[in-house]
């Protein structure tokens, strides 16, 4: 990526490469659009100091630099008469960076003009202007603005339908593999589907806004394909929504499932307790050190006293086995 990318298109695919060090925006336009139509785009990283120097140089009004130089941003669409603001959001693809740290891409847009502003690459910006080498470039703002929107979905689809496998894995496996590894790989899933969400909904909604709203730089064309990048984004929210639902059940079956075995083993521990508690109460009694113990001289009290006990505790485990409590600790 570039520090500064200054593009002149003539609004019917082609496009030259623009000088911008030192040259205010409104003066790109005059000397390009004016004689020839069409209009320019300008795209630029904010964290070099050929990005910020432009921008202090560009001539765009506090509200522009405002939304353009922002370090939190979430998707939105601002129109203010013939100028439109919109902040858009990608899946991070930078290698050694997680899909979910989503980059944001924010962009000034004007009938003649437009002006672009990454803090971090990103990768269906590339998507965009590696076409424009070849005689490929849009021809409106609009339709500058609906390729980068769709190659934003294009982009993240992958990442979803990843989601979408794993999630399927984890519905496929036996309920007795569950376990912490399981567990892990469900919480992920569903801290990366909640990132993912959490701005999809507001980046269809900006699109959406954009589409309705009344800019005679909008096309048709550009309307219809907003609406399809619309619904494209509307979709894989919907996905999203889908997989945390999914890893949600997974999760609670998982639950179910550890409670369920836990249950057992209290229940055979309680039957164990259960057996022994009254054997042991009877030991205790014979076992004290005072004077009046039964059987002290007798020679076969022992074996009175283990048969008594034998008798109680075969009592004992025919009951619990008539009560169900043996079957279903098996």
Not at 257 to 263: D, I, W
Request: proline residues 5%; charged residues 20%; contains cysteine.
């Amino acid at each position: 990526m570039q520090d500064v990318q200054a593009y002149g298109f003539d609004g019917k695919g082609g496009a030259v490469a623009l000088p911008c060090d030192g040259v205010p925006l409104e003066q790109m336009v005059a000397q390009l659009v004016a004689p020839q139509g069409g209009f320019v785009w300008v795209n630029l990283n904010r964290n070099t100091d050929a990005g910020r120097a432009w921008l202090e140089q560009s001539g765009l009004n506090a509200l522009a630099m405002e939304a353009l130089t922002a370090d939190e941003t979430r998707p939105r669409c601002t129109v203010h008469g013939e100028t439109v603001l919109m902040i858009l959001r990608g899946v991070n693809l930078n290698p050694g960076a997680e899909p979910e740290d989503m980059v944001s891409v924010r962009l000034f847009m004007q009938a003649q003009a437009v002006v672009s502003v990454q803090l971090r690459p990103l990768t269906a910006l590339d998507d965009v202007i590696e076409p424009i080498a070849r005689g490929q470039g849009p021809a409106t703002p609009g339709e500058l603005l609906t390729r980068l929107a769709l190659r934003l979905a294009d982009r993240a689809e992958p990442v979803v339908a990843a989601l979408n496998e794993r999630i399927d894995d984890l519905e496929d496996r036996e309920p007795g593999q569950s376990g912490a590894g399981m567990r892990g790989e469900l919480a992920d899933i569903r801290r990366i589907s909640i990132l993912l969400r959490r701005y999809m909904f507001p980046q269809r909604d900006a699109l959406s806004t954009l589409e309705i709203e009344e800019q005679d730089w909008l096309t048709q064309h550009d309307r219809a394909r907003l609406r399809e990048a619309t619904e494209r984004v509307t979709r894989l929210a919907e996905e999203l929504d889908a997989i945390r639902d999914r890893a949600q059940v997974v999760h609670d079956q998982v639950m179910d499932l550890r409670a369920e075995v836990m249950n057992k083993q209290m229940l055979v521990l309680s039957v164990v307790a259960a057996i022994f508690l009254p054997l042991g109460l009877l030991t205790g009694l014979l076992g004290i050190n005072v004077g009046g113990i039964p059987g002290t001289n007798t020679p076969w009290a022992f074996w009175a006293v283990c048969a008594l006990l034998l008798v109680i505790c075969t009592f004992q485990m025919w009951l619990f086995r008539r009560m169900g409590l043996l079957g279903r600790s098996g």
